[in-house]
DNA sequence: ATGGGGTGTTTAATCGATTAAACAAAATTA
DNA sequence: TAATTTTGTTTAATCGATTAAACACCCCAT
């Protein structure tokens, strides 16, 4: 890499202090510099193709411009499509953003908040998997500003923003039941991450007040470890039932696609056999024979709002916002109303 | 953001001097350090939480450890996962990477090469666009270590590694040819980027030196603009031709998802009435009720031999290497032998 | 003429880590 | 015992930008 033209350059090539230089090209003490030797410093600036060195000016004021966002899995569309939204949010505040994946692996969400601080981000967005909570608790405790967006700890008092889970969920069960299906399945992980929780309190809740059924029979949990087989048998489960399930909610957008997929292989007909809602809005479910009803999430709200906290936060890091957002339903083929 | 712990409070917690803190924890004059006050300043980092500051330790240095990978667009799941490759190939040898998306827009590209270099990357990986050979030059002038994927450019003298485009293509044909298809369509970009216009090149030789068919006419472009309807608009066009297509080769993802799309709308059954060849490992592909015929990329050594070169070109600037990998055609029902 | 106020610019310390070179003390050799 | 090596540690410069404080003028009013 070519030696880089520093401000020193451009001082001894004008004939000042680089003080002077630096002031300039700042837009600082404008008042009282030379007009003719501040242009004379631009163009020059110009001419030698100076670029500020942001490590050095990093280490002087403390701040590196750049925001850390910590995805559960950067190759979820959901996470991706968040990342863009984020990156256009923060550019407009002129912050970079730095992406990790944690794979909802917490050692590896450990490392990638170690990573970060070490590189002194100015603020952190994350969205934090299982057994992350001492995590969150450390950062809080160095007063490293953060957010939490999709998933959050309902008992930490930190920022976050996410889904209202509990009432999305609750109204697509909502539809599944004035569309006249009755035995209405759920596929969830089994897991203790809140926001997945909250989907499937709300589909007890539900099925429970508004048809007064009990969803626990129709509940099936996969593990994250074989989520694909898990996924296929408890199905096979849910259809082999005395009385087979003819609708079912998926709690992800990963569970839903290996769900459709195994729809594909066992040549279940949706609707006709089988009504099918899942989250989340990807191209994918357009490429169903039967376009799939799914739960829209926030996601440019969700952004913009996630990385105005965590600006705020910067700001001032007492400031502690939160904020849960209602998703919006989407109507599709794989719903239509029992005839 | 509370005060880190610096070389300077271990040391006067030590009663040292920080020069001897920093040979210590960096391992460096190893053989005559008292074995004693090492192990008293080891234990004191970690007794206070020390962590490196890499703006520091970048701005002596002169290396960040960084690399920088800029792709064509993040949302694409070619990008994604080439993105999460790289990300793991890349911390084998201690680097982190910087993720960018140009969203094939020439000017954001110059943009984020322009805040990589200020952020002293170490090198960088691209996937460029349209109209970006005026950065790549300018790279290359500066003696920025770079490597290009999946796309490069032929004439300049560069590291790229990128699929084998005419070849793969013209095997996806000659499968087509081999199943007994005759009317074989192409749908691709109106574009320059070298690559995409390989994949016509080898759909044409292919058709002509397989079979001695012509297959300008059967070959449509649409634009990046209007993409979704202009996929409609050409298969249409194709379908309704005097003698229509009965297969057709999908030029890319993005292409295909909308094609695909499109023929659910209008009920074109796959294989029966059209027979589908895509470019690709999409999950999507699966949903579909007739799983997808494709081209896979060797995503896995592309990903790793990028990052090889560029390691290889930051040790010696002089150094050029370039690899086009053979794919591979995964065939499944899209693709099915005619009756 | 003297002191106060602008104006335009420079000096010098600083951020935290790295590292060549210097130094001091102990150990070894002559 | 004096000279030399080895061992263990410190000094001080450096990376490049920022910025408070100092400085040197000039102008003007008392």
Known sequence: MLKRVSL??????????????????????????????????????????????QIARSLKTNRTNT?????????N???????????????????????????????????????FVNRQ???LILAPGEDTADQIVYLKEQQVPFVMIDRYYPDLDTNYVALDNFNATYEAINHLLACGYRRIGMVNYDTTIFNLNERTRGYLAALKNEANIDGTETLRVVMNRNIRSDVNKVMDELLALEEPVDALLFASNEIALYGVIHLNEIKIKVPEELAVITFDELISWDLFYAPLTYVKQPLQQMGEIATRFLIDSMEDINSVQQLVLPGSLIIRESTRSKA
């Open 8 to 53: 020193k350059d451009i001082a001894s090539q004008v004939g000042v202090s680089s003080a002077l230089v630096s002031y300039v090209l700042n837009g600082k003490n404008t008042g009282r510099i030379n007009k003719l030797v501040a242009q004379k410093i631009r163009d020059t600036a110009r001419e030698l193709n100076y670029r500020t060195n």
């Open 67 to 75: 925001l850390g966002f910590i995805v559960a899995n950067i190759s």
């Open 77 to 115: 569309p959901f996470s991706s499509h968040l990342a863009r939204i984020i990156e256009d949010e923060a550019a407009k505040s002129n912050y970079t953003v730095l992406f990790g994946s944690s794979d909802e692996n917490a050692h590896k969400f450990r490392n990638l908040i170690e990573t």
């Open 121 to 123: 981000v100015d603020g």
